[in-house]
């Protein structure tokens, strides 16, 4: 009986030993990439609760108010219609407003018929001309030339100042059609999905399209999704640093007549090629 005393005994010690080394390892790997969490009284929050629509989900709602403290991670947070609950630091976050919720919210507006602010100062907006061409020249890229060859292209580019500008122009004088085989139909493609980081960059070009006039609004019964582009600027290597939009043709494609038209300079290719010596001949650089 007293051996089987010590037996149980030992056992216990046991199970102690190796339940405190279980659980300072479940702790080290729990919190493994936490970071303690200094709230305060009064402090807006938002709190991870049931959803709404599925009891099963979770979801981040706000933004609470922290009411009480209770140290080291428990927090009195106050709900919807008065409720109030504790909460554990993991399930909250402090809250921080957007930039256009702030405007919205916070931003006053005085009207010039308003007297009741008396005089109010207002900052004075000077327009600046627009840049000469030569002003935005980096001169590191003409260093290959002598002096007087820098001042010859800066004063080119300065004297067609209309022709060297960022801004694209607009031609109208002619109307582009593309002519359709017979069984084409009218299609309106479904959207592609474009990715969050992506989206206030295409937005921004799509209403830079709309002010330029290169675009307009239309309710064509065609309708081809647009496709975001990664691009390379030169930047780091593999890291991409823009956003080009295309248009994903391919539905147009199918159905669009070709127009074959005669390339005259094929001809001139094909009578230079009986002149001894000649070897080749820079396409891309011929009009």
């Known amino acids: 009986m007293t051996e089987l005393q010590e037996n149980i005994k030992n056992i216990h010690e046991y199970a102690n030993v190796h339940a405190t080394q279980e659980q300072q390892r479940y702790v080290a790997q729990y919190n493994k ?48 219609r008065g409720q109030r609950r504790w909460f554990h630091a993991n399930k909250l976050r402090p809250y921080h407003a957007r930039i256009n919720e702030a405007l919205v919210n916070n931003c006053a507006i005085v009207y010039e018929s308003d007297e009741d602010f008396g005089t109010l100062p207002v900052a004075e907006t000077v327009k600046s001309g627009n840049a000469l061409p ?29 022709v060297f500008v960022e801004q694209p122009g607009l031609c109208k004088i002619g109307m582009h059609e593309i002519n359709v085989t017979p069984d084409f139909k009218p299609k309106r493609l479904k959207a592609y999905r474009v990715p969050e980081l992506l989206k206030a960059e295409v937005a921004r070009q799509i209403q830079e399209l709309l002010d330029l006039g ?4 239309s309710n064509s019964e065609m309708a081809s999704p647009i496709v975001c582009v990664l691009k390379h600027k030169g930047g780091q290597q593999g890291i991409p640093d823009g956003v080009r939009l ?4 391919r539905y147009l494609n199918k159905y669009t007549q070709l ?29």
């Not at 290169?214 to 609004?217: G, S």
Request: net charge negative; hydrophobic share 40%.
């Open 246 to 249: 295309c248009c994903d043709y």
């Open 33 to 80: 990439r936490a970071c303690d969490k200094n709230l305060q009284i009064g402090q807006q929050v938002i709190v991870l609760l049931p959803d709404s629509t599925n009891k099963l989900m979770r979801k981040w709602q706000g933004p609470r108010t922290i009411v009480d403290t209770r140290p080291p991670h428990s927090y009195l947070i106050e709900l919807d």
């Open 214 to 217: 290169f675009i307009v609004p």
């Open 259 to 287: 127009q074959i038209y005669r390339i005259l300079f094929i001809e001139l290719v094909r009578h230079l090629t009986l002149v001894v010596g000649m070897l080749g001949v820079d396409i891309g650089n011929c009009q």
């Open 134 to 162: 030569s002003s935005r020249v980096d001169p590191s890229k003409l260093e290959h030339l002598n002096f007087e060859q820098k001042q010859q292209f800066l004063s080119l580019l300065d004297e067609f100042a209309d």
